[in-house]
């Protein structure tokens, strides 16, 4: 099984977050999510707010909530270039409920689109880390 593995390189814009060699790497593609294995084709694709799971070659999972970028996948190398990736067990789940309620509070009294897009995406963001540090 060793032979099979593709090397996978997740960084933000603050630093490396995981690098190495793995089975395979779930990912939420913009269009759907998607999983890369081994001799996978080559694509280029934009990445959503959701989890970024990692299978090790022991078969142990790494699970990374994210709220977006992009992924390269060519030659068994997986790119991965996202706004943040935090690994669910480090995620504070009191602190990110404490910001969605702060966050929905400030929704209830903003009064321009852009402003109440900011803070539906900024929710979506919270709410993703909420799922992912309970998985």
């Known amino acids: ?36 294995l081994y001799n996978h084709a080559p694509i280029v694709s934009a990445l959503e707010i959701g989890a970024i799971k990692i299978v090790n070659e022991d078969n142990s999972e790494l699970v990374y909530a994210t709220e977006g970028g992009f992924v390269e996948v060519l030659q068994n190398r997986v790119s991965i270039v996202v706004e943040t990736a935090e690994q669910s067990s480090e995620i504070n789940t009191e602190s990110a409920l404490a910001s969605i309620e702060e966050l929905k509070q400030q929704l209830e009294f903003t009064t321009t689109i852009h402003q109440r897009e900011q803070l539906k995406h900024a929710i979506s963001i919270q709410e993703n880390r909420v799922r992912i540090a309970a998985r």
């Open 1 to 36: 099984m060793s032979e099979h593995l593709i090397d996978i390189d997740i960084v933000t814009p603050q630093r490396i977050i995981f690098s190495g060699k793995c089975i395979s790497v779930a990912l939420p593609g913009a269009q759907s999510p998607f999983q890369v």
